[in-house]
């Protein structure tokens, strides 16, 4: 590889998710274009420093790979990089470390790096950008938890899995009349059981932002059966808190990483059949969330960011990370994405339409009362069905005759 060639590298870089293969192809044949070589480094930032491992990227090695899940550069979320800024408290990179990386540009004449990462792998790319390398970042986790994009690739897919887990629990638990529980993942965010939960028709949603009981969870079980439904669909997020405030883990609090969350589905499991005697089982749905092809949003999504992140490059836009704000794809500073966690905004709309279709949160019933959304005041929409107008004219069965589908069905 000739040393004088105009290059950019890309890695990607703790936990996987659908979608890393779309950024790299997109950065690729957009880089191409720009007339840029392009070099992937193997496990995140690992392969950038002793020993260096790198792929050349061109056309042929990327063809195909849109709708592949995975990562063809390998990822980790372990190792010597790790440097957590903001929420978290900041670890300072080794500077031998740095260095290291340093040389590596040198010898590679990287004109810039493509970061692709959550927040705890951006923080790594913010302090490469403080000491001087030429970075950018892409948002990616299944979690949506970065407050600067509207939203990462991977979260979609996640989504999607977790609803299509909650349309079959759905048939199975109503065969049996059970409780049937689905603990998703996404950190200290509870946007995968929100939207799932929305998706599939969840009756309890149980999410970090929004405390809860056992009292009312049991409760809305109880309301059901009253209304003749014999089963109850509960998602829960793993960081959901318990009543008395702990996070469910499965190991001892972490020094150096983020502590594994997991298990709190079937302690919930455990104390509905012990304060009602219902039959309850639980799924923790886990990797499935992460692997697999991405959806056709995130392909969409993650296209757009390896082309974007490539175009702050050649405006040397360093430093910045690309966010999608719906309709327009923009850039952030860096430590504006890892600053501040996104959270589930518990008066916004999703959680607002939910509580109009008594979806429990497993906190106190809530009255029902007008939407309290941003922007301009709603016109009334007079009740009743429309006025006829010369556009719309009246049908003569219209208001009369109920439909096929509205007349009883009786068997002889
Ligand atoms: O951040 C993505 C995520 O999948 C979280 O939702 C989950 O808590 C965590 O990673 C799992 O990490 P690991 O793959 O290390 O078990």
Not at 154 to 171: E, I, N
Not at 224 to 253: H, M, N, W, Y
Not at 338 to 350: F, I, K, M, P, Y
Request: glycine content about 12%; proline content about 6%.
């Amino acid at each position: 590889m000739a040393s004088d060639s105009k290059r950019i590298g890309i890695l990607t870089s703790g936990g996987d998710c659908p979608g890393l293969n779309a950024v790299i192809r997109g950065a690729v044949k957009s880089a191409n274009r720009h007339g840029f070589d392009v070099v992937g480094f193997l496990r995140g930032y690992e392969g950038l420093v002793d020993p260096v491992s790198f792929v050349p990227l061109n056309h042929k090695n990327t063809t195909g790979i849109l709708s592949q899940g995975g990562t063809i550069l390998g990822s980790t979320n372990k190792g010597r990089f790790a440097a957590t800024v903001g929420v978290s408290n900041r670890v300072e990179l080794d500077p031998e470390l740095l260095a290291g990386v340093r040389t590596t540009f040198e010898q590679l004449n990287l004109h810039g790096l493509i970061c692709v990462g959550g927040d705890g792998s951006l923080a790594v790319s913010q302090q490469f950008h403080e000491y001087g390398l030429p970075v950018v970042g892409v948002p990616k986790t299944i979690d949506n938890d970065l407050s600067a994009t509207a939203f990462t690739f991977g979260f979609d897919s996640a989504v999607d899995c977790a609803t299509d887990a909650l349309d079959r629990l759905h048939t199975t638990a109503a065969s049996h009349d059970r409780v049937m529980i689905l603990e998703v993942m996404g950190r200290h965010a509870g946007w995968i059981a929100l939207h799932a939960g929305i998706a599939a028709g969840g009756d309890v949603i149980l999410i970090p932002e929004i405390p809860w009981t056992f009292e009312n969870v049991c409760q809305k079980i109880l309301e059901r059966d009253r209304q003749g439904k014999r089963f109850t669909l509960i998602v829960v997020a793993e960081g959901a808190k318990l009543p008395s405030g702990a996070v469910v883990t499965q190991e001892p609090e972490q020094k150096d990483r983020q502590t594994r969350l997991g298990g709190i589905g079937s302690i919930v499991a455990q104390e509905i059949e012990s304060r009602l005697g219902r039959e309850t089982r639980t799924v923790v749905l886990g990797h499935l969330q992460r692997g697999g092809v991405p959806t056709t949003f995130d392909r969409v999504l993650a296209t757009q960011y390896g082309a974007h992140a490539v175009r702050l490059i050649v405006q040397r836009r360093f430093g910045e990370m690309v966010c999608y704000h719906p309709p327009r794809m923009e850039s952030v500073p860096i430590i504006e994405a890892v600053n501040e966690l996104s959270t589930v905004d518990v008066n916004g709309s999703a959680v607002q339409a939910a509580r109009a279709l008594s979806v429990s949160f497993g906190d106190d019933p809530q009255p029902v009362g007008p939407f309290q959304l941003s922007g301009p005041p709603a016109k009334e929409i007079p009740a009743g069905p429309p006025a006829a107008s010369a556009d719309h004219p009246k049908k003569s069965s219209e208001g009369i005759a109920p439909t096929e589908f509205d007349r009883p069905v009786f068997f002889a």
